[in-house]
């Protein structure tokens, strides 16, 4: 790694920490414990690995290292925590393909809050991306809406924006270790599921399938993710959750045979399409 670029190193990042996330609709499909249940162990388990893995490889820095986040990690735990709420509302109230089409907008969203706070501004591709992804949404909320899928797609948008936040904080503060950040995060969802839990037993499949989420799908990619921003851009970065949304629902679909309307396959394309040709041009212009 010593040997990259900052532009590979984050690319790499973000690409291992993004294939690891793509099993991660399935396995929450596959599961049987209710949504607050799975969001109890979706913080517990990854808070105590990555926590454990902090305290092992920084020892009695490991506090200095949390102190040092300053106002920037308390704003991320926030963020993060909100995301990790809203992703599983999402999963829970639509189908998979339909959500993982909302976390698509996340990089222009970056884009948006990059101009805003980052003095990034955006170039007129970008504005005409923006423009096509927010009609293509449009267009897809139309159909959930006469399905009832509203509220699920409306979470979806909120994980968006919430990846696009916590992307810009890490970007804005890429000197600093944010990790620890979202290990409190992880910390927080637990604590909030605990108000709302009826029973934190794992029964039949679950107990395989709810630790192995924990570990491969949660705690090794949210470490990756938050690291990757320090060396790429926002955008960037949220650029390759277009993997997730290309091959999460193809799992579900090879799986559990969920297919998505043809609203979402039509406005999915038309979104993957345009932040594609975004991403080359930029990438070309690069």
Not at 148 to 174: P, S
Not at 226 to 248: D, K, M, Q, S, Y
Request: with cysteine.
């Amino acid at each position: 790694m010593k040997n990259l670029s900052d532009q590979k190193k984050g690319s790499l990042l973000a690409f291992i920490g993004v294939m690891f996330i793509t099993p991660d609709s399935l396995l929450i499909r596959l599961s049987n414990i209710d949504t607050w249940g799975l969001l109890f162990y979706r913080g517990a388990i990854p808070f105590v690995v990555v926590l454990l893995s902090l305290i092992i490889i920084y020892k009695s820095k490991f506090i200095n290292l949390v102190i040092a986040m300053g106002f920037a990690g308390i704003f991320y735990a926030i963020t993060f925590t909100a995301t990790n709420i809203t992703f599983i509302l999402s999963i829970q109230n639509t189908n998979v393909a339909n959500t993982l089409i909302m976390v698509a907008m996340a990089p222009m969203l970056s884009a948006i809050l990059s101009a805003i706070f980052l003095k990034e501004n955006p170039d007129k591709k970008t504005l005409v991306a923006i423009f096509i992804t927010f009609i293509s949404v449009v267009f897809i909320f139309y159909d959930s809406v006469k399905i009832g899928n509203f509220y699920g797609d409306m979470f979806g948008i909120v994980t968006a924006l919430g990846l696009a936040l916590n992307a810009i904080i890490v970007r804005y503060a890429k000197q600093r270790n944010l990790v620890p950040a979202a290990v409190i995060g992880k910390l927080f969802v637990a604590i909030f599921a605990l108000f709302f839990i009826d029973s934190i037993a794992l029964v039949d499949n679950d107990i395989f399938i709810i630790p192995l989420m924990g570990v491969m799908c949660v705690a090794i990619p949210f470490v990756l993710i938050t690291i990757a921003p320090r060396f790429i851009t926002a955008a960037e970065v949220n650029l390759f959750f277009l993997l997730e949304t290309i091959i999460g629902p193809i799992w579900v679909w090879m799986v559990i045979k969920e297919q998505p309307s043809i609203e979402t396959i039509i406005g999915g394309a038309v979104i993957i399409m345009t932040i594609g040709v975004h991403s080359f041009l930029a990438l070309k212009k690069t």
